[in-house]
C-alpha cells in the first residue's frame, strides 16, 4: 500500500483529502501536535517519510485572523519552521519521498481586475501575505532535492462542505444579508474541495511537474457574481448589500482582517490546464450545487 504523509492535516482541507486519499488505498500517516499523531521530532518525522509516496505540507497558522503584531509572527513562522523541519527530514531520508508538495497561496499575486495572473507572473503583491508567501516559498525551494519534485502549490480560497470561507457566507445569506460586500468588483479565486483533491492526485502521478502551480478554478468571479450564485442555489430572495466601510466593521468584529473579503485576486491554473488537468467544477454554480444540497 503506498503511503501519504500529510502535515497539518488535521484542519479543514487536511481533514477532507486525508478521508479521499484513505478511500483512494492510500496508507495515511498525519503531522501534527496532536499526541495521536506523528509529532514534528526530527527522528520520528524522518521515518514516516521514508519510502513515502508523497509528503503535503498544509501546515501553518490559518491567515483568517486579524493582523496583530503576535498573529503576524505566528503566520510566518509556522510555515517557515514546518517548511524547514520537512525539508531536512528529507535530507536525512534513504529512500526520500518521490514528491514533496508544499501548501502556498494566491495571495502571493497583486491586486487584479481584469488581468488573470498566472504562474508566469513575474510583478507580485507588496502586502503582508504576498510577503509571508515569497518568504515561504524562497524557504521551500532553497531545498534542492535531487530525488524528490518540488512543487509550491498556490491554492486559492478552497469551498468545502466541512468548514473553511463558505459556511460564514452561507449564514449570512440565510439571514437575508448575503448581498455584495463592499462594491462587489472584487474578484474571488476558488477551488472546490473536491478538485482540490483530484489536483493533488494528478500532481503526485506527473512525472514531470515541479516548480510553481496556481491550484485554482479557471472561472474566477466577482464577489457580486458569487454572492448571487449562493443566494440561488439557497433560494433566498434577498440579498442586502454590505458597503466597504460595513465590511471593514463587520469583519475585524468576526477578527479577521477585511482585505481578505475586498481584495481582487484574479488567478488562473495555466500550468495545470497546459498539462490536461480536467476541473470537475470549474465554474461556481456548479461548485455551488454540490456543496449546498
Not at 481533514?15 to 495521536?36: D, L
Not at 496583530?68 to 514546518?82: G, L, M, P
Not at 525551494?141 to 512543487?151: E, H, K, N, V
Not at 463587520?250 to 481582487?264: C, F, H, K, Y
Amino acid at each position: 500500500m503506498k503511503k501519504i504523509v500529510i502535515a497539518g492535516g488535521t484542519g479543514f482541507i487536511g481533514t477532507y483529502i486525508a478521508e479521499r486519499f484513505q478511500k483512494a488505498g492510500y496508507n495515511v500517516q498525519i503531522v501534527s501536535r496532536n499526541p495521536e499523531h506523528i509529532s514534528w521530532n526530527p527522528i520520528g518525522l524522518t521515518e514516516a517519510l521514508e519510502g513515502a509516496e508523497a509528503v503535503i505540507n498544509l501546515a501553518g497558522k490559518s491567515i483568517s485572523c486579524l493582523y496583530t503584531e503576535e498573529n503576524r509572527k505566528a503566520i510566518i513562522e509556522s510555515r517557515i519552521n514546518t517548511t524547514l523541519w520537512l525539508g531536512n527530514a528529507l535530507l536525512a531520508c534513504i529512500k526520500p519521498p518521490k514528491v514533496w508538495i508544499n501548501a502556498s497561496a494566491t495571495g502571493i499575486y497583486k491586486p487584479s481586475f481584469d488581468h488573470l495572473m498566472t504562474e508566469e507572473e513575474t510583478e507580485s503583491g507588496n502586502d503582508f501575505l504576498a510577503e509571508v508567501v515569497k518568504h515561504w516559498e524562497k524557504t521551500f525551494f532553497a531545498f534542492q532535492l535531487s530525488d524528490t519534485r518540488q512543487i509550491a502549490l498556490r491554492t486559492s480560497v478552497v469551498l468545502g462542505k466541512g468548514g473553511g470561507a463558505l459556511q460564514p457566507l452561507v449564514t449570512l445569506t440565510r439571514l437575508w444579508l448575503g448581498g455584495k460586500q463592499g462594491d462587489g468588483r472584487q474578484i474571488m479565486s476558488w477551488i472546490h474541495e473536491e478538485d482540490y483533491f483530484q489536483i493533488l492526485q494528478f500532481l503526485i502521478a506527473s512525472k514531470n511537474m515541479h516548480g510553481v502551480i496556481n491550484c485554482t478554478s479557471p472561472q474566477p468571479i466577482p464577489n457580486r457574481g458569487f454572492m448571487e450564485q449562493i443566494r440561488n442555489c439557497l433560494r433566498v430572495p434577498i440579498g442586502i448589500s454590505a458597503p466597504e466601510f460595513a465590511v471593514k466593521i463587520g469583519a475585524r468584529l468576526r477578527g479577521i482582517e477585511p482585505d481578505l473579503v475586498l481584495n481582487s485576486v484574479n488567478v488562473y491554473p495555466k500550468r495545470l490546464l497546459d498539462e490536461g488537468f480536467r476541473f470537475a467544477y470549474p465554474d461556481v454554480a456548479k461548485a455551488l450545487k454540490d456543496l449546498l444540497k
